[in-house]
């Protein structure tokens, strides 16, 4: 089982970053997928949850109305369409996946990806 984050990088204040989430190993279209973050110093948290279908979500109220997660069960991927970027917002962002949760409490989630760098420049 594995998740692999792609996408992040160098971002002016005010730019947008696609991160991708390619999940192998076995079929996620039945699991919930989510995001979290973690910046320098802080504990990791919540960014973003989608169930199964898609069509439920759930925002951290931090990136309310700037970010937007997605999902493509038939390539087994998942999407943060992060919009209106701010300094706040740099961190690692690690994709999540698990079978039974619906929960912004990262011990909920069992499979984890190792993280892509979001640096947002002021």
């Known amino acids: 089982v594995q998740l692999v984050e792609s996408g992040g990088g160098l971002v002016q204040a005010g730019g947008s970053l696609r991160l991708s989430c390619a999940a192998s190993?076995?079929?996620?279209?039945?699991?919930?997928m989510g995001w979290f973050r973690q910046a320098p110093g802080k504990e990791r948290e919540f960014v973003a949850a989608?169930?199964?279908?898609?069509?439920?979500?759930c925002d951290a109220d931090s990136v309310k109305g700037r970010f937007t997660i997605s999902r493509d069960n038939a390539k087994n991927a998942m999407f943060l369409q992060m919009n209106s970027l701010k300094p706040e917002d740099t961190a690692v962002y690690y994709c999540?996946?698990?079978?039974?949760?619906?929960?912004?409490?990262?011990?909920?989630?069992?499979?984890w990806g190792q993280g892509t760098q979001v640096t947002v420049s002021s």
């Open positions: 999540v996946a698990d079978p039974t949760a619906w929960s912004t409490s990262r011990s909920a989630y069992n499979y």
């Open positions: 190993g076995r079929t996620f279209s039945s699991y919930t």
């Open positions: 989608i169930g199964w279908s898609g069509g439920n979500t």
